[in-house]
């Protein structure tokens, strides 16, 4: 909460992802983006923040189950291991050990959010002013997976694939192998006798 800063329109709409919105009005031409400035204030709303980040997951498809963007996700039935960016946002909320349950991780960020940033210390200020949403996304984006209080206990956060062994190497030689694979077949040609 009460957190200002300036930022650059170009910084907003100049950008490969909000190139993909059809931004109503459309912004202005580049020579006068280059001159304005926005000042933005976070209000702490962990409410409005999800409700607004909740905006970016489509889960409507003609599936019994989506995660988002039309895109059919069947319901987590297994371990899954969230590393990387989802564990470091949990660690920082104290909800990356086995036994944390969603709802801790939801009020965490919910205080967390209502804070005053000013007293929030301790945390590198290129950080800290983005956990409030960074909690909120890692949320919005586990629950667009499937995840919810009754298979929460599915998820291990982990700080690397490779930490505690999860992803093995016959998985990891698959994901490597399959970004090698041609989106499309080369044509072949086939010589036929003439009958």
């Keep these: 909460a009460d957190y ?3 930022v650059r329109a170009t ?11 059809q931004l109503q009005p459309s912004p202005p031409p580049p020579s ?5 400035n926005f000042t933005i204030r976070g209000t702490g709303s962990y409410e409005n ?6 905006k970016f997951f489509n889960a409507s498809c003609d599936q019994s189950t989506c995660s988002f963007n039309d895109v059919f996700q069947p319901a987590p039935a297994s371990k899954f291991v969230a590393f990387s960016g989802f564990y470091y946002v949990a660690s920082f909320f ?7 349950d969603r709802m801790q991780f939801v009020n965490a960020v919910r205080a967390f959010c209502q804070k005053r940033y000013l007293a929030s210390i301790g945390y590198s200020d290129s950080f800290l002013r983005w ?29 690397s694939a490779t ?5 093995g190497w016959s998985l990891g030689y698959t994901i ?20």
């Design 4 to 6: 200002t800063a300036t």
């Design 11 to 21: 910084d907003v709409f100049q950008r490969p992802c909000s190139d993909r919105w």
């Design 32 to 36: 006068v983006l280059a001159r304005l």
């Design 49 to 54: 923040c999800s409700k607004l980040v909740g």
């Design 94 to 100: 104290n909800a990356s050990n086995i036994g944390s």
């Design 131 to 159: 956990y409030c949403f960074d909690g909120v996304y890692v949320l919005s984006l586990l629950n667009a997976y499937g995840f919810n209080e009754t298979n929460w206990g599915l998820l291990e956060f982990e700080d």
């Design 163 to 167: 930490s505690a062994n999860k992803v």
């Design 176 to 195: 490597l192998q399959s970004g090698l694979i041609p989106a499309e077949s080369p044509l072949m040609s086939l010589s036929l006798p003439c009958s």
